[in-house]
């Protein structure tokens, strides 16, 4: 199963954080590879709008790391 990486705003009020922090702990149980990222302080699509207008947002790091991580695991 390919590794999964959730990402979520602590202050969404569109998706609650509980429904990300869920299925993290179902993908766990099941054995999937997975991590939650939780960005504090940012609403529903704060964090991903950080990365347009700051190339050192972390929602730009978090993703570049993820994308390479598959391509190595890969081999």
Same mark, same amino acid.
């Given at each position: 199963?390919?590794?999964?990486? !959730? *990402?979520?705003? &602590? @202050?969404? =009020?569109? /998706? $609650? %954080? &509980?429904?990300?922090?869920?299925?993290? +702990? @179902? %993908?766990?149980? +099941?054995? *999937? $590879?997975?991590? !939650? *990222?939780?960005? $504090?302080?940012?609403?529903? =699509?704060?964090? %991903?709008?950080?990365? @347009? &207008?700051?190339? +050192? +947002?972390? *929602?730009?790091?978090?993703? &570049?790391?993820? /994308?390479?991580?598959?391509? %190595?695991? /890969?081999?």
């Amino acid at each position: 199963m390919p590794q999964t990486r !959730l *990402i979520h705003g &602590s @202050l969404d =009020t569109t /998706v $609650p %954080l &509980s429904i990300s922090e869920s299925f993290h +702990a @179902l %993908l766990d149980s +099941a054995g *999937i $590879p997975n991590e !939650l *990222i939780v960005y $504090p302080d940012k609403g529903h =699509t704060d964090f %991903l709008f950080d990365g @347009l &207008s700051d190339l +050192a +947002a972390p *929602i730009l790091t978090d993703i &570049s790391d993820f /994308v390479l991580g598959c391509f %190595l695991d /890969v081999g």
